[in-house]
């Protein structure tokens, strides 16, 4: 019978088998994927492997955290964290076009990878890091050969998708899986629960969930929000229910509100819980009213900037998932 382990043992020996005595490096997202293949491959080869996080200042409350800390603890992977937040911020300054943001942080992404490979590789006396893991899964895999779809339609961006032409050889344990499977492999190898469950969340960040400038300003509003709206879905237990809530800051609209005795000018966020089984298609979340109430008033009450809440109820089609 096929079971989780013998998957694990028998991805173990195919990449002690590919990897030799040879060295390779993982650019980790916090994601699913990448956290399982990372740590498959550790279990195959150990110290040879290095996980690179690159924090690009477009994550959410508490992921750098979940990453160095829960993630090193659960499998005792080498990591190490490139500090790029100025970097990132410096290149998307003025920048308000979508496709233009997800380029700039796709582009940008790629060099510090790739200098901190040099680094890395300096550090080893000069020794390259012959191998490059990727998460790619069964259903990566059919898509990019399927070629039409929902890949013309935004630029992509997956952290860890680095372009053919890097001078790696790839090592793709999860290539024969479904995102179920990934999951009980992680599960199998002891990761977190908060990392095997995960729900989505784009390579690009809060860089595309910020409808105007992204700037140190707006990413730590559209931050606090997001926060509490994960907090508040996660304490009425509906994380498993939906399959992921977007939190979007309209940075570019202001409306009037009234706080106290106080006139506010402010911008509205827009929470967009959807339903979906793969992504190509998605349905509008019905939270409970309460759960909405709830979020409405702590976000409008905690975050100072922001004087309005509003639900998205489009499906996929006509919206997309992602406002940008
Ligand atoms: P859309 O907005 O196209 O999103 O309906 C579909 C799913 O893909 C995620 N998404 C991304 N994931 N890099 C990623 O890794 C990206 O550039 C990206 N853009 C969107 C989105 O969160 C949703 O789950």
Redesign the pocket.
């Given at each position: 019978q096929w079971t989780t382990s013998s998957i694990v043992e028998e991805q173990v020996a195919r990449i002690r088998e590919q990897v030799g005595d040879g060295k390779a490096i993982c650019g980790l997202?916090g994601?699913v994927d990448s956290a399982v293949a990372a740590a498959l491959v550790h279990r195959a080869i150990g110290d040879r492997l290095t996980c690179v996080f690159v924090d690009h200042g477009l994550l959410r409350a508490g992921e750098r955290a979940q990453v160095e800390r829960d993630y090193v603890t659960a499998t005792g992977v080498r990591l190490v964290t490139v500090d790029a937040r100025e970097r990132f911020l410096d290149a998307l300054a003025g920048v308000t076009d979508p496709e233009e943001k997800?380029k700039i942080i796709?582009r940008e992404f790629i060099r510090v990878f790739e200098q901190a490979e040099l680094d890395l590789q300096a550090e080893a006396g000069g020794d390259k890091y012959r191998f490059l893991v990727q998460g790619t899964l069964y259903p990566d895999v059919v898509e990019s050969g399927g070629g039409a779809g929902?890949a013309n339609?935004?630029?992509?961006?997956?952290?860890g998708?680095l372009p053919d032409d890097l001078d790696f050889e790839l090592v793709e344990p999860l290539r024969a899986l479904f995102k179920d499977e990934v999951r009980r492999v992680g599960l199998e190898l002891g990761l977190p629960e908060t990392i095997v469950h995960r729900?989505?969340?784009?390579?690009?960040g809060l860089g595309?969930r910020i409808i105007g400038e992204v700037n140190a300003t707006n990413l730590e509003i559209l931050r606090s929000a997001d926060a509490i709206a994960r907090e508040e879905l996660t304490a009425a237990g509906l994380d498993r229910d939906i399959?992921?809530c977007?939190v979007v800051l309209l940075a570019d609209v202001r409306s009037v509100g009234v706080q106290g005795d106080g006139r506010t000018y402010g911008h509205p966020v827009v929470l967009r819980p959807v339903s979906?089984e793969d992504?190509?298609t998605?349905d509008w979340t019905r939270l409970p009213y309460d759960v909405l109430e709830r979020v409405s008033t702590r976000i409008t009450n905690e975050v100072a900037e922001v004087n309005r809440v509003v639900l998205d109820v489009t499906s996929?089609p006509p919206?997309?998932?992602?406002?940008?």
């Amino acid at each position: 019978q096929w079971t989780t382990s013998s998957i694990v043992e028998e991805q173990v020996a195919r990449i002690r088998e590919q990897v030799g005595d040879g060295k390779a490096i993982c650019g980790l997202s916090g994601g699913v994927d990448s956290a399982v293949a990372a740590a498959l491959v550790h279990r195959a080869i150990g110290d040879r492997l290095t996980c690179v996080f690159v924090d690009h200042g477009l994550l959410r409350a508490g992921e750098r955290a979940q990453v160095e800390r829960d993630y090193v603890t659960a499998t005792g992977v080498r990591l190490v964290t490139v500090d790029a937040r100025e970097r990132f911020l410096d290149a998307l300054a003025g920048v308000t076009d979508p496709e233009e943001k997800r380029k700039i942080i796709g582009r940008e992404f790629i060099r510090v990878f790739e200098q901190a490979e040099l680094d890395l590789q300096a550090e080893a006396g000069g020794d390259k890091y012959r191998f490059l893991v990727q998460g790619t899964l069964y259903p990566d895999v059919v898509e990019s050969g399927g070629g039409a779809g929902a890949a013309n339609i935004k630029s992509h961006h997956n952290v860890g998708g680095l372009p053919d032409d890097l001078d790696f050889e790839l090592v793709e344990p999860l290539r024969a899986l479904f995102k179920d499977e990934v999951r009980r492999v992680g599960l199998e190898l002891g990761l977190p629960e908060t990392i095997v469950h995960r729900q989505p969340f784009p390579g690009p960040g809060l860089g595309i969930r910020i409808i105007g400038e992204v700037n140190a300003t707006n990413l730590e509003i559209l931050r606090s929000a997001d926060a509490i709206a994960r907090e508040e879905l996660t304490a009425a237990g509906l994380d498993r229910d939906i399959w992921q809530c977007p939190v979007v800051l309209l940075a570019d609209v202001r409306s009037v509100g009234v706080q106290g005795d106080g006139r506010t000018y402010g911008h509205p966020v827009v929470l967009r819980p959807v339903s979906s089984e793969d992504a190509m298609t998605a349905d509008w979340t019905r939270l409970p009213y309460d759960v909405l109430e709830r979020v409405s008033t702590r976000i409008t009450n905690e975050v100072a900037e922001v004087n309005r809440v509003v639900l998205d109820v489009t499906s996929k089609p006509p919206g997309t998932i992602e406002w940008e």
